[in-house]
């Protein structure tokens, strides 16, 4: 740990909002950063190895040499790459005591052993060394960050440094968010090589089942009719098919939204403790979920659009005016059937009350809105309402089955209808999460997750 020295102010004051910022480096975010503190009231004079060749800087930016550069300010932001290091220690006289705001990124994840704040530590160990400002863009700089793009990670051994940083980043209209010491710059750094983190196991196992059930589906309704009616049906592969696996997709990551906490339920009435940690598969599913129903959402949406042009489509027009022709030379008609009328309003029914409550989740989850509610009122949302999405969702596949939903006549190669096997996982975490809220197990769970152990050790006193 460095220690503080009082020539570093703890806050900015009025003078110090006009008082002078260095950046070394005129690239796009160096030039973008000092654009932006000019605009914020700061003086800014920027440090490079050729001052006569810089063009593009801001108007109203002064360009100096490296060495005059940094004697001009108390706080430097280094707006260079990690391999350009080195002409640091020429000005070790000059950078002592003063605050280097480190912003580089690699190109890589874990690139080097250590982070480049830690190895620009160890190059000038009389410097404040603070990081901050590597996940913020030269484009949102330039452009205005919105929502999560203000978030400036920062980090330091040198707390009155790291606050002097998080005053600029204040002053800016962005976000400071303190992650302790200098140890924490490789998470920080290795946050902007991150691809969707979250989002890899949602988009993986979308992909899998996509591709399981449009396969499935193909051997069912394309593959079995030509080998043994000859019928070619490859047709059905552009609209029918996917109709089938985006609802399956949406209901069976809608399930899986909710089961990992339905297992969590489970663990802690076998354990007889909350103070036992789960699995890390199961955290990491349980960090998933906003993701997997974000993704369901989207199925969904595919699904309800896949049946509005059913009416559209050629096949299904040729087959209603074949059926009206049909009856018409034949001079009959198919009679009224209450109880298809009943199962086919139903149907639908359930369908628009699902996708109504499924597109309420997903606004909720937004963070603008999220933020606007209370917990007690975003967990009502997002677990009352949600299983109510999942029943309704669910009941719309069933009563979409009917009265064939287990008959013979359905099977084609002893494979049963694609949606029977998409109600396996929603059916199971209807029935224990049914289970879980019976009085004499819910009353258990609830007095686990307010402290209570089963197996509580007896106090050394006794």
Same mark, same amino acid.
């Given at each position: 740990?460095?220690?503080?020295?009082?020539?570093?102010?703890?806050?900015?004051?009025?003078?110090?909002?006009?008082?002078?910022?260095?950046?070394?480096?005129?690239?796009?975010?160096?030039? !973008?950063?000092? +654009?932006?503190?000019?605009?914020?009231?700061?003086?800014?004079?920027?440090?490079?190895?050729?001052?006569?060749?810089?063009?593009? *800087?801001?108007?109203?930016?002064?360009?100096?040499?490296?060495?005059?550069?940094?004697?001009?300010?108390?706080?430097?932001?280094?707006?260079?790459?990690?391999?350009?290091?080195?002409?640091?220690?020429?000005?070790?006289?000059?950078?002592?005591?003063?605050?280097?705001?480190?912003?580089?990124?690699?190109?890589?994840?874990?690139?080097?052993?250590? !982070?480049?704040?830690?190895?620009?530590?160890? *190059?000038?160990?009389?410097?404040?060394?603070?990081?901050?400002?590597?996940?913020?863009? %030269?484009?949102?700089?330039?452009?205005?960050?919105?929502?999560?793009?203000?978030?400036?990670?920062?980090?330091?051994?040198? @707390?009155?440094?790291?606050? =002097?940083?998080?005053?600029?980043?204040?002053?800016?209209?962005?976000?400071?968010?303190?992650?302790?010491?200098?140890?924490?710059?490789?998470?920080?750094?290795?946050?902007?090589?991150?691809?969707?983190?979250?989002?890899?196991?949602?988009?993986?196992?979308?992909?899998?089942?996509?591709?399981?059930?449009?396969?499935?589906?193909?051997?069912?309704?394309?593959?079995?009719?030509?080998?043994?009616?000859?019928?070619?049906?490859?047709?059905?592969?552009?609209?029918?098919?996917?109709? =089938?696996?985006?609802?399956?997709?949406?209901?069976?990551?809608?399930?899986?939204?909710?089961?990992?906490?339905?297992? %969590?339920?489970?663990?802690?009435?076998?354990?007889?403790?909350?103070?036992?940690?789960?699995?890390?598969?199961?955290?990491?599913?349980?960090?998933?979920?906003?993701?997997?129903? +974000?993704? %369901?959402?989207?199925?969904?949406? *595919?699904?309800?659009?896949?049946?509005?042009?059913?009416? $559209?489509?050629?096949?299904?027009?040729?087959?209603?005016?074949?059926?009206? /022709? /049909?009856?018409?030379?034949?001079?009959?008609? @198919?009679?009224?059937?209450?109880?298809?009328?009943?199962? !086919?309003?139903?149907?639908?029914?359930?369908?628009?009350?699902?996708?109504? #409550?499924?597109?309420? #989740?997903?606004? /909720?989850?937004?963070?603008?809105?999220?933020?606007?509610?209370?917990?007690?009122?975003?967990?009502?949302?997002?677990?009352?309402?949600?299983? *109510?999405?999942?029943?309704?969702? /669910?009941?719309?596949?069933?009563?979409?089955?009917?009265?064939?939903?287990?008959?013979?006549? $359905?099977?084609?190669?002893?494979?049963?209808?694609?949606?029977?096997? %998409?109600?396996?996982?929603?059916?199971?975490?209807?029935? #224990?999460?049914?289970?879980? $809220? #019976?009085?004499?197990?819910?009353?258990?769970?609830?007095?686990?997750?307010?402290?209570?152990?089963?197996? !509580?050790?007896?106090?050394?006193?006794?």
């Amino acid at each position: 740990m460095e220690k503080t020295t009082d020539t570093i102010p703890l806050t900015m004051n009025s003078s110090e909002e006009q008082g002078t910022v260095c950046i070394f480096g005129t690239g796009d975010f160096g030039r !973008s950063l000092g +654009l932006k503190m000019l605009h914020c009231g700061y003086s800014v004079v920027f440090g490079s190895r050729n001052p006569q060749k810089s063009s593009l *800087l801001p108007k109203g930016a002064e360009v100096l040499s490296y060495s005059e550069a940094a004697q001009k300010s108390d706080i430097i932001f280094l707006t260079i790459h990690r391999e350009h290091y080195d002409f640091l220690t020429e000005l070790t006289g000059v950078l002592n005591g003063k605050i280097l705001v480190d912003v580089s990124n690699n190109l890589k994840i874990n690139q080097y052993p250590e !982070s480049n704040a830690e190895y620009l530590a160890q *190059l000038l160990p009389g410097a404040h060394v603070v990081k901050a400002f590597n996940t913020i863009s %030269a484009w949102a700089l330039q452009s205005g960050a919105l929502d999560a793009s203000r978030q400036v990670f920062v980090c330091g051994n040198n @707390n009155k440094a790291k606050q =002097r940083v998080m005053d600029i980043v204040r002053t800016l209209g962005l976000t400071p968010l303190d992650q302790g010491s200098l140890k924490a710059a490789s998470e920080i750094e290795n946050y902007p090589l991150q691809l969707f983190p979250m989002w890899k196991f949602p988009f993986y196992l979308s992909a899998v089942l996509c591709v399981f059930f449009f396969f499935y589906c193909v051997v069912r309704e394309v593959i079995y009719p030509y080998v043994y009616e000859n019928k070619d049906n490859t047709f059905r592969m552009a609209i029918s098919i996917p109709n =089938r696996v985006f609802p399956i997709a949406a209901l069976t990551l809608l399930a899986l939204v909710y089961l990992p906490g339905v297992i %969590a339920a489970i663990l802690q009435l076998y354990r007889g403790t909350k103070y036992r940690r789960f699995p890390d598969w199961l955290d990491h599913w349980m960090l998933c979920r906003k993701q997997l129903g +974000l993704v %369901a959402l989207g199925f969904a949406f *595919l699904h309800v659009l896949y049946t509005l042009v059913i009416p $559209i489509r050629y096949y299904v027009r040729w087959r209603l005016g074949n059926q009206t /022709t /049909t009856q018409a030379i034949s001079k009959k008609e @198919n009679p009224f059937s209450t109880s298809s009328a009943w199962l !086919s309003d139903s149907y639908v029914s359930l369908g628009i009350l699902g996708f109504f #409550l499924f597109v309420l #989740l997903g606004i /909720t989850s937004l963070p603008s809105v999220s933020n606007a509610v209370n917990w007690r009122e975003f967990r009502f949302v997002q677990s009352k309402l949600g299983y *109510l999405t999942l029943i309704f969702c /669910t009941a719309h596949t069933l009563i979409y089955g009917g009265k064939k939903f287990l008959s013979p006549s $359905i099977l084609r190669w002893c494979l049963p209808s694609a949606y029977v096997i %998409a109600l396996i996982i929603p059916c199971t975490v209807l029935v #224990l999460k049914f289970i879980l $809220i #019976l009085p004499c197990v819910n009353k258990t769970l609830t007095r686990i997750r307010q402290g209570w152990e089963r197996h !509580s050790k007896v106090s050394n006193w006794h």
